[in-house]
């Protein structure tokens, strides 16, 4: 019980930091509107969301926890981490593998999307979370302390307060799903077969460079 609680919280906490970070965003937009957004820019705007989302999130573990944060705690929120930014990057590819099958022209919108950035955002989060847990005092920082007392006064607000714990609760209900899932797909194997399937693709098309570039000469 006292996991799912923590899970709760978590979608809790995970929703109304989206919201905010969500109005600096619209924020951003306002201010270059008329231009379109660069690979490099949309991913710095996400690195620095993915940063902050950790940081907040490390804070409320503590404050959970108690003053000393435990390893059981620890272990569920980098699972957790891990399992909503996998989800993002999951999202992403399955909308842009969607909209390559309708035609180009409906791509605009997911047309700065790049594999190796969002693992590239997704690593730094899940570096800094760790490197919070040896350096506790580096969380605590005028904008994350203004996210959490945001976070929880928002939370304590009775009808947006019951809004985002709704949006907690199906939080809760897609980690639980994704766990499950995430336990059938290793216990099938099917890991290991993709896994192995994706090395053969990565060498073929090595060796098509190689003989294109063999042709070229």
């Known amino acids: 019980m006292e996991l799912l609680n923590f899970i709760f919280r978590l979608g809790v906490v995970f929703a109304i930091f989206g919201f ?9 937009a306002l201010l270059s509107i008329g231009r379109k957004k660069t690979v490099w ?21 503590v404050d959970i926890s108690g003053e000393k944060i435990s390893q059981y705690h620890l272990v569920v929120t980098t699972l957790v981490l891990l ?8 999202s992403k590819q399955q909308q842009q593998a969607m909209f390559k099958m309708v035609g180009n022209s409906m791509m605009m919108p997911f047309s700065n999307f790049n594999l190796k950035a969002e693992i590239t955002v997704i690593s730094a989060g899940i570096l800094l ?30 009808v947006f307060g019951f809004i985002f714990k709704v949006i907690g609760f199906f939080f809760l209900l897609s980690m639980i799903f994704k766990m499950i899932n995430a336990i059938m797909y290793l216990a099938s194997g099917r890991a290991f077969v993709e896994m192995h399937a994706g090395f053969g693709k990565m ?3 090595k060796d098509d460079e190689y003989d294109d570039f063999e042709e070229l000469k």
């Open 129 to 158: 979370f760790i490197l919070f847990v040896f350096f506790p005092e580096f969380a605590s920082n005028p904008a994350s302390v203004w996210f959490h007392e945001s976070i929880i006064n928002i939370e304590d607000t009775p």
């Open 83 to 90: 399992a909503y930014f996998v989800g993002k990057l999951q």
């Open 203 to 205: 060498r073929n098309k």
């Open 41 to 61: 820019e949309e991913y710095l705007i996400k690195l620095i969301k993915y940063l902050f989302l950790v940081d907040v999130t490390f804070l409320f573990c």
């Open 20 to 28: 905010l970070f969500g109005i600096f965003e619209i924020g951003l």
